[in-house]
């Protein structure tokens, strides 16, 4: 079973020292991969006691970049505390959905005013 550790302890490291970082609900501690990290130590200080998932989404990280951040894993976030980066993802979804919809009512209205 994961360790539990709280957004509250990811907080106290964001030093050069202690680099903890928060992706998809996992917690990492990189303080080790500073050096090898191939986008370079300042990528992984940005988001440094932070949740890093929508920084590290956005590079596209490879299958190989996934493997070695596993074995950096120290714990997971509380339940209470997951991420909703997923939930924006479908809300955003939802959203585009909705827009779309109402343009296509929008077009079906106005046809049926033009006659």
Known sequence: MDKIITLE????HRRKSSVWIVIHNDVYDVTSYLEE???GEDALLEVAGEDGTQA???VGHSDDAREILKKF?????????????LQTCSSLKWAVLALAGAIVIGFVIK????K
């Open 56 to 58: 590290f989404e956005d």
């Open 37 to 39: 990290h191939p986008g």
């Open 9 to 12: 302890e990811v907080k106290k």
């Open 73 to 85: 894993k120290i714990g997971s976030l509380p339940v209470e505390q997951k991420s909703t980066f």
């Open 111 to 114: 046809k049926a005013l033009a």
